[in-house]
């Protein structure tokens, strides 16, 4: 089913002696605001992380390498799109679901005298009236992205290729990470050893003490129905941010640890958004100490309790949806009444997606 309720969310994460997000112009150090001190980790990352879950998981992606190259927009389009045209009884049902697609297609292929679908397809008489071409391809698209792509489900992408002329705002938003208190970097930079073809030198691996992170963000239900998004891609969408953390146990990401998942999800009628959730939050520090665990942290989130009873009163929220880290008994780090626990850590089967 669609997607037919707007939602904000909210995912904290720890970093322990990790480097969160290097800033490639900054040699690789963790991307600093250096005015307030903080951490800063952006949505790239965060989006990264999920669409390695899914590609894990044997979801196609569109952001992604092809054969292990690097490609462009435009090539990985016409790689799924080829996909597709070479596979009749995936092109037929598509026609029976889509009497619209099915007409255009009609009208245009009697132009030309090639018979299966991918030459008629790449034939210049198919695609001669550009007009009646380009709104064939951005139907055609569409459908492959309901049908194929998670990540653009998700997170949309502008389609800059040629006779496609359709954007695809992706419905799930996610704002740029932050520490939610000033962290230090490691002053003693791991010294690592670099491999070249002649010779090996030396170079640095740089790291933060510790750092509570948080990302906020929105679910678009009128952006849903454009890309496709569904209630089942949503519980993806969760869990890949959860287990997708958790499965890239690199060297530098060694040491992030997802704390907790929450969602205010709204009444299908209300169109707005509380926005970004961490602006009611306050997260308190002794600044005569260094902060190197999250027992050095206090947490106070009255604010954020007051307009969630308010947003219910109001008839505004559905439920609020929430998962904690099972082990490290975090979830009494909010008092926000929480309606549906979820299980992020439950494992995703290939077998279990229906599409």
């Known amino acids: 089913m669609i997607i037919n309720n707007n939602s904000d969310f909210l995912f904290a994460f720890e970093a322990n002696m990790s480097n969160p997000n290097g800033?490639?112009?900054?040699?690789?150090?963790?991307?600093?605001?250096?005015?307030?001190?903080?951490?800063?980790?952006s949505d790239a990352r965060r989006k990264r992380d999920c669409r390695n879950f899914f590609k894990a998981k044997g979801m196609p992606i569109f952001v992604d390498t092809l054969r292990e190259q690097k490609v462009t927009m435009e090539k990985m389009l016409e790689h799924y799109r080829n996909q597709w045209l070479t596979?009749?009884?995936?092109?037929?049902?598509?026609?029976?679901?889509?009497?619209e697609l099915k007409e255009l297609w009609e009208k245009l292929s009697k132009k030309?005298?090639?018979?299966?679908?991918?030459?008629?397809y790449q034939d210049k008489d198919f695609q001669k009236d550009k007009k009646e071409f380009g709104l064939f391809n951005n139907?055609?698209?569409?459908?492959?992205?309901?049908?194929?792509?998670?990540?653009?489900?998700?997170?949309?992408?502008?389609?800059?290729?040629?006779?496609?002329?359709?954007?695809?705002?992706?419905?799930?938003?996610?704002?740029?990470?932050?520490s939610m208190h000033p962290v230090d970097l490691v002053k003693s930079n791991t010294i690592s050893s670099i491999m070249n073809e002649d010779n090996s030198t030396f170079g640095k691996k740089h790291k933060l003490h510790y750092?509570?992170?948080?990302?906020?963000?929105?679910?678009?239900?009128?952006?849903?129905?454009?890309?496709?998004?569904t209630e089942q891609d949503r519980e993806l969408f969760r869990a890949s941010l959860v287990q997708g953390m958790l499965m890239n146990q690199t060297d530098s990401k060694q040491g992030q640890?997802?704390?907790?998942?929450?969602?205010?999800?709204?009444?299908?009628s209300f169109d707005g958004f509380l926005g970004d959730l961490r602006r009611f939050l306050k997260v308190g520090c002794n600044e005569q100490q260094p902060i190197r665990s999250f027992s050095d942290l206090s947490l106070d989130d009255s604010e954020l309790v007051e307009a969630v009873q308010y947003m219910k009163q109001a008839?505004?929220?559905?439920?609020?949806?929430?998962?904690?880290?099972?082990?490290?008994?975090?979830?009494n780090i909010l008092r926000v009444d929480i309606d549906q626990m979820v299980d992020l850590w439950a494992p995703v089967e290939l077998a279990g997606i229906d599409r």
Do not use: C
Not at 23 to 41: F, S
Not at 91 to 97: K, N, P
Not at 315 to 322: A, H, K, L, M
């Open 23 to 41: 800033d490639p112009d900054q040699e690789n150090k963790p991307r600093m605001d250096y005015e307030t001190k903080t951490a800063l980790v």
């Open 315 to 331: 008839g505004y929220i559905d439920r609020v949806v929430g998962w904690f880290h099972p082990v490290l008994k975090v979830s």
């Open 257 to 268: 640890t997802p704390l907790f998942y929450l969602e205010i999800q709204y009444t299908p």
């Open 139 to 178: 139907l055609f698209i569409t459908q492959l992205i309901q049908k194929e792509l998670i990540d653009i489900r998700l997170f949309g992408s502008a389609m800059a290729v040629d006779n496609v002329s359709r954007t695809f705002t992706g419905p799930v938003q996610i704002t740029w990470g932050y």
């Open 87 to 99: 596979d009749d009884q995936k092109m037929m049902a598509l026609f029976d679901e889509n009497a």
């Open 112 to 120: 030309s005298k090639k018979t299966t679908y991918l030459d008629v």
């Open 211 to 229: 750092g509570l992170f948080m990302h906020s963000g929105t679910i678009n239900k009128l952006s849903a129905r454009l890309t496709g998004m």
